[in-house]
């Protein structure tokens, strides 16, 4: 968390609960201690989606389905959202999850790796969220240029990593590596001539990157 935790506090309190399948997914995730997407970065998500009305999402890290199940609302007829997840026992959560939701026939948990999935993909999708291992960002992103159409979104959760990837003082040992990936994806992403990028301060970070070619 990058704000003030009234401000944050404040903002949480005004934005609409989840329901459902979503509620239930989001106490599991409290209680187990599991990383799921904050709130002000979920309704952003959604109504980014609902502006661009994709047909095909990618996802990259399922964890336990919250964030798929969330943007399956914003798929057009016919949609459809492929997620990657490598661990095991996240699969199986969010296939269980999905199966709740009733969201089975639109989401499509791949389970493995994303650095061993993507360059093997061949579909176009209208936007992707990157929501996976934060120091692998900078390897997906070609893959992931290659596969959004112009006009789609990319969308990087967590790119500020706690505010760390803008920490003037020294960062901690084992920080290190991801900060300095980010900071690479960061710079990439805002310097590469077919993208026009956003930097975002809600949650712990998000970068929006429009598709310009």
């Known amino acids: 968390m990058i704000y003030n935790e009234h401000v944050i506090n404040f903002i949480r309190k005004k934005l609409k609960a989840g329901k ?17 997407v904050e709130p002000e970065v979920a309704s952003l998500l959604i109504i980014l989606g609902k502006m661009i009305r994709p ?45 709740k939701a009733g969201c089975q026939g639109k989401i499509n948990v791949i389970a493995a790796d994303a650095v061993n999935v993507l360059e093997y993909l061949d579909k176009e999708y209208d936007m992707i969220f990157m929501d996976a291992a934060k120091g692998q960002y900078i390897e997906y ?13 990319l969308i990087a959760d967590n790119v500020l990593y706690r505010g ?47 598709k310009l070619v």
Request: with cysteine; net charge negative; aromatic share 4%.
């Open 20 to 36: 459902g399948v979503l509620a239930d997914i989001e106490r599991y995730a409290y209680d187990n201690n599991i990383p799921i």
């Open 55 to 99: 047909v095909r999402i990618l996802e990259i890290g399922t964890a336990i389905g919250y964030s798929a199940i969330l943007l399956s609302s914003v798929l057009c007829d016919g949609g459809f959202i492929d997620t990657i997840e490598r661990e095991e026992q996240m699969v199986a959560l969010a296939r269980e999850n999905i199966k």
């Open 141 to 153: 992103l070609p893959h992931c240029i290659r596969l959004l159409r112009k006009d789609g979104l």
């Open 164 to 210: 760390m990837v803008a920490e003037t003082s020294e960062i901690p040992r084992r920080e290190r590596t991801i900060v300095k990936n980010l900071n690479d994806f960061i710079d990439t992403v805002c310097a590469d001539p077919r993208l026009e990028t956003a930097l975002i301060p809600a949650g712990d970070g998000l970068s929006i990157s429009y």
